[in-house]
Nanobody, 115 residues
């Protein structure tokens, strides 16, 4: 059974921080990442990290967000600093294996930033 479970979302004011966690069960993913989707918009990549620690960020979050990974615990984190209302969205955890292009998704966690 492969499952991804997110936690850490909530309601914060602009300028504050949140840390999201995603616990994965089953085999170790080759690449894990965080996506987000706001109402009326398509789901977009926020950050990703491979098993070697290489990272990729959306331009809108560079310098503010940091993705990290604990391979032993099969968990990925997203530290979000200097949050602004444009970051408001449902954040989803994503995982992929090296032998398949299939995407596994968590159920999402709501992040709301007020001004």
């Amino acid at each position: 059974q492969v499952q991804l479970v997110e936690s850490g979302g909530g309601l914060v004011q602009a300028g504050e921080s949140l840390r999201l966690s995603c616990a994965a069960s089953g085999s170790t993913f080759s690449v894990m990442g965080w996506y987000r989707q706001a109402p009326g918009k398509q789901r977009e990549l926020v950050a990703s990290i491979n098993s070697g620690g290489d990272t990729n960020y959306a331009n809108s979050v560079k310098g503010r967000f940091t993705i990290s990974r604990d391979n032993a615990q099969n968990t990925v984190y997203l530290q979000m600093n200097s949050l602004n209302p444009e970051d408001t969205a449902v954040y989803y955890c994503n995982g992929r294996f090296s032998w398949s292009a299939y995407n596994y998704w968590g159920q999402g966690t709501q992040v709301t930033v007020s001004s």
